[in-house]
């Protein structure tokens, strides 16, 4: 008897270990999907950054990491200061840098999300 009732419940687990991997896999396919989009509003919002002349010319530095939520049709809904730099003038670009980028690529519809927020570190470095 304790046979037939092992026999029963070895599919009833690889049933469950099956359920289990695929909702793994859709976890781990949905990380690289969110990573992926992250990276692509990154890129576009570092094309748009204009290293400002005065800061050129005085050998300013400095790295600003702002917070920024788009819209599913990739509008800027919100823009936060994480981290300033040391100079207002970059602080002031890094913003402005945002507005150009603005609108957003779309987010994509398999995320299933409204807003999507990222981070993005911008960097001010005359060096190499």
């Known amino acids: 008897m304790k046979v037939i009732h092992f026999a029963l419940a070895l599919p009833l687990m690889a049933a469950s270990l099956s359920v289990d991997s ?5 976890a781990v396919k949905q990380q690289g999907d969110v990573e992926s989009y992250s990276d692509a509003l990154n890129r576009h919002t ?25 819209d ?6 919100d823009i936060q200061v994480v981290e300033e730099s040391s100079y207002s003038s970059l602080n002031r670009e890094a913003l402005r840098s945002v ?17 999507f927020s990222f981070t993005v570190p911008i960097r001010f470095s005359l060096g190499s």
């Open 72 to 77: 599913k049709k990739g509008e800027v809904q």
């Open 22 to 26: 695929a909702s793994r896999l859709n």
């Open 99 to 115: 507005e150009r980028a603005n609108p957003y690529p779309k987010i994509p519809s398999h995320l299933g999300v409204e807003t």
């Open 46 to 70: 570092v094309k748009n950054i204009r290293y400002p002349s005065r800061a050129q010319q005085r050998g300013w530095e400095g790295e600003v990491v702002l917070r920024i939520v788009v």
